[in-house]
């Protein structure tokens, strides 16, 4: 019985806040210095609570709107004024045309809805005066002016105030996410036609506007994109089987493996595997040291000549053209850390080592695209 019944609350209450409870007293000190202030004006127009009243019973709510959700599309500007004065001026009409109040509550709720809904201004709260002016028999047009209207541009202009003044911009603009790399922006950007397919599907209001939507699914997306990135370290996307040559390797050797096994780059490693530089075609084209009107081939043959004593001082091993020092990374370290080795610095292969220094891997920049490019499916 103790756990059905524990079923039950959890089933039945809402998940807990996670608004702080300073945001909570900021919010609840708002709405009452604002219906204070409506009060005030309230009294000095009337005379101390003489007729017409001096504030009407839906302001409650649309201040629990205004401090509580700022952000709702309920509670910006027009849809506070304009819905309540729309509302209140359907409500006294339908007072004085229908005389039956069965009839005229539903109605006047209803066509009050329906405005809202024409003029882009649906407020929650405005539909209370539909049914308050009914009830309350109210024919006389002027109470749409005051109070209807004189609380609702005070109370907006509290909400103006107060909000910006505390830190909650007040009318909402939603904020702009910047903090995005050129990657991340170009794919995660929420076009507005997507948007609007998904909630023409989806067929109900929803108290957020559509910028603030795309904003949050950006934000939601960003979040997964960088913890599944942060998770992606250099061993899991290098290539394994690396070939290496050795400083003392005769240039032919490595010429052949470069050529045949169509690899771009060759890591310079001593007898214990440690890195000590690289060598690439550019470094066998730099180093040639021929006549570069000559063919390609002709180019290479030449460098390849094995060297005749006094008559010719060409180099014929790898340690001897090779680049050094070389850029290296550690298997351990983030993925990430290759963009700037990559982007920045110019290089197009990195040696991959271990905690002992020795050679693991490679990673090249095709290693590094495929491994972004399959990080983006954050699914």
Known sequence: MKQLFKQFITFALPE?????????????????????????????????????????????????????????????????IGGSCV????????????????????????????????????HAPAAALALLIPLSGLTDFHFVLFPVLGNAVLLVLCAILYNSLTGKPYPHRPKKVSNFSPVEKRENQIEDEEIDTVLASYNQVLDISKADLANLISQVEHGAYQKKLKSMLCKNIMTTEVLY??????????????????????????????????????????????????????????????????????????????????????????????????CGDGHHHIPVINANQQLVGMITQSDFVKAIDQSIDIR
């Open 87 to 122: 509302s209140a001026l359907v409500g006294v009409t339908c007072t004085n045309l229908v005389h039956e109040v069965a009839f005229l509550i539903p109605l006047s709720v209803g066509v009050a809805i329906l405005a809202m809904f024409a003029l882009r201004c649906l």
């Open 16 to 80: 807990a806040t996670s608004v702080s409870w300073l945001e909570r007293f900021r919010s609840v000190l708002g709405v009452a210095l604002a219906l204070l202030a409506i009060i005030g004006l309230g009294f000095f127009l009337t005379s101390y609570g003489s007729a017409p009243p001096w504030i009407v019973a839906s302001m409650g709510a649309s201040a629990f709107l205004l401090f509580i959700l700022p952000s709702s599309p309920m509670a910006q500007p027009w849809a506070v």
């Open 245 to 342: 040559v050795g400083m003392d390797s005769p240039l032919e050797q490595a010429w052949k493996l470069l050529r045949h096994r169509h690899v771009k780059a060759l890591p310079v490693t001593d007898s214990t595997r440690r890195v000590l530089g690289i060598i690439t075609l550019e470094d066998f084209i730099k180093s040639s040291a021929v006549d570069f009107h000559q063919t390609f081939g002709q180019r290479i043959k030449g460098f390849m000549r094995t060297a005749v004593p006094g008559l010719n001082s060409l180099p014929n091993a790898v340690g001897q053209v090779m680049s050094k020092p070389v850029r290296v990374i550690s298997q351990d370290r983030n993925m990430l850390d290759l963009a700037e080795i990559f």
